[in-house]
């Protein structure tokens, strides 16, 4: 399996930018697909998470209301929409890819790097003030 992540750039604050993350290799059906960045100096943090199946969704706080996830399954992409960008949403954006772990799991449960089998190379974003 390998995902190739594209669309970061540089951005003035208040602009928009969308990520993709194509994925080729899958074998199974039912994915959840997600987005995580690490800012200079930070740690790698969870950004969103969608389920293939069903389009449920999950956001960390700080990106509620300005990112929104979405998948295309024909295509096995996954986007990102970013808007309202601020400097602090600077970071290297990384996707990721897993089998669907379990249908009994929260899609808040896919919000942890270890649930994730399939990471792609990162896309850098920057946001100037």
């Avoid at 399954?73 to 601020?86: D, E, F, G, H, I």
């Avoid at 996707?95 to 190379?121: H, L």
């Amino acid at each position: 399996v390998q995902l190739q992540a594209s669309g970061g750039g540089l951005v003035q604050a208040g602009g928009s930018l969308r990520l993709s993350c194509a994925a080729s290799g899958l074998t199974f059906s039912i994915y959840v697909g997600a987005w995580f960045r690490q800012a200079p100096g930070k740690e790698r943090e969870f950004v969103a998470t969608i389920r293939w199946s069903g389009g449920n969704t999950y956001y960390v706080d700080s990106v509620k209301g300005r990112f929104t996830i979405s998948r295309d399954s024909a295509k096995n992409t996954v986007y990102l929409q970013m808007n309202s960008l601020k400097p602090e949403d600077t970071a290297v954006y990384y996707c990721a890819v897993s089998k669907e772990k379990s249908i009994y799991y929260s899609i808040s449960n896919y919000r942890w790097e270890s649930m994730y089998d399939y990471w792609g190379q990162g896309t850098l974003v920057t946001v100037s003030s």
